[in-house]
């Protein structure tokens, strides 16, 4: 991929100081665009649009949430962290996307890009809450990628685990040597995947290269879900 690739393109990356988001504005820069970087936690309903607004043209619209992940066990999840999670990871999609689509089916050209995660895709133990809310993201994006397909706009999903961010894989988690053996044990890979490895296909699939692509979800995990 050329470091033009991304000229032109205003993309805007939501949650930009947290999770993907800093590799991502910092790689987006580097391939040529202009990157518009929030940093709010869209909890608040009226937020997204608000934002969307403010950013005026959006060819691309990142969509990168996250929180750290609950770890209870099923049997012991209450009503206040089943809303906190989906309140903080999929609530805000639907009002970010209604609040961008009308500019990009008025171009009839643009693209959404939800950064996910593979915790969906494979079962988790003490994951039920948060694998729920990443789970919802997939099946908006592949419902919402269909039906906005013949308007030229692309919608799309990476979906991610085993990948280098300081969100879900700290510094004192990786020194762990029983995450160590899990990582040799679990993933093919045999290591995290880099934070700029996960933002280059970011970037790829943000490109003019990636128009064939349509409510897709792709696995960013070393092997583990695939």
Known sequence: MNNSQLAGKRILVTQADTFMGPTLCEVFAEMGAEVIADNNLLTDPALPAKIIQQAGHIDVLVINLAIPAPFTKGELVDDSE?????????????????????????????????????SALRGMKRASTY????????????????????????????????????????????????????????????RLVSLREDALFAAYLCSDAADCFVGQVFPVSGGWAV
């Open 131 to 190: 694998s729920a809310a990443r789970g919802a993201q997939l099946s908006y994006v592949k419902a919402m990628g269909v039906e906005m397909a013949p308007q030229g706009i692309q919608i799309n999903a990476i979906a991610q685990n085993f990948v280098d961010n300081p969100t879900y894989f700290p510094e004192e988690t990786k020194a762990n040597p029983k995450f160590q053996e899990r990582l040799k044990r679990d993933v093919p890979l045999g």
């Open 82 to 118: 089943w809303s906190a999670t989906f309140s903080a990871v999929v609530d805000p999609m639907p009002r970010l996307c209604t609040a961008v689509l009308p500019q990009m089916i008025e171009r009839q050209g643009g693209k959404i890009l939800v950064m996910g995660s593979a």
